[in-house]
């Protein structure tokens, strides 16, 4: 879907309702200057938030930081 800046901004509420459903690309002067999506999960970048947390000295798997870390969320 393709919104101008203006109508971005007077509806935002609707847009991220529908951001769920399709990409959103936010126009200004008749060029693309934002696009809106919906976060994506991805697994290999929350692992490699929690490294470091624990040494490999520690005895601690990283699956096992992942879940303590998922607790505190």
Not at 1 to 10: I, N, P, R, W, Y
Not at 27 to 34: E, L, P, Q, R
Not at 55 to 60: A, H, K, L, Q
């Given at each position: 879907?393709?919104?101008?800046?203006?109508?971005?901004?007077?509806h935002l509420g609707k847009?991220?309702?529908i951001v769920n459903e399709e990409d959103i690309l936010i126009?200004?002067?008749?060029?693309?200057?934002?696009q809106l999506s919906k976060p994506q999960y991805?697994?290999?970048a929350a692992?490699?938030?929690i490294v470091?947390?624990?040494?490999?000295?520690?005895?601690?798997s990283l699956d096992e930081i992942k879940e303590?870390?998922?607790k505190r969320q």
């Open positions: 879907m393709v919104v101008t800046a203006t109508e971005f901004k007077t847009y991220l309702e126009t200004k002067n008749g060029k693309v200057i934002a991805n697994e290999l692992i490699r938030s470091g947390i624990a040494d490999n000295e520690s005895g601690v303590e870390r998922l």
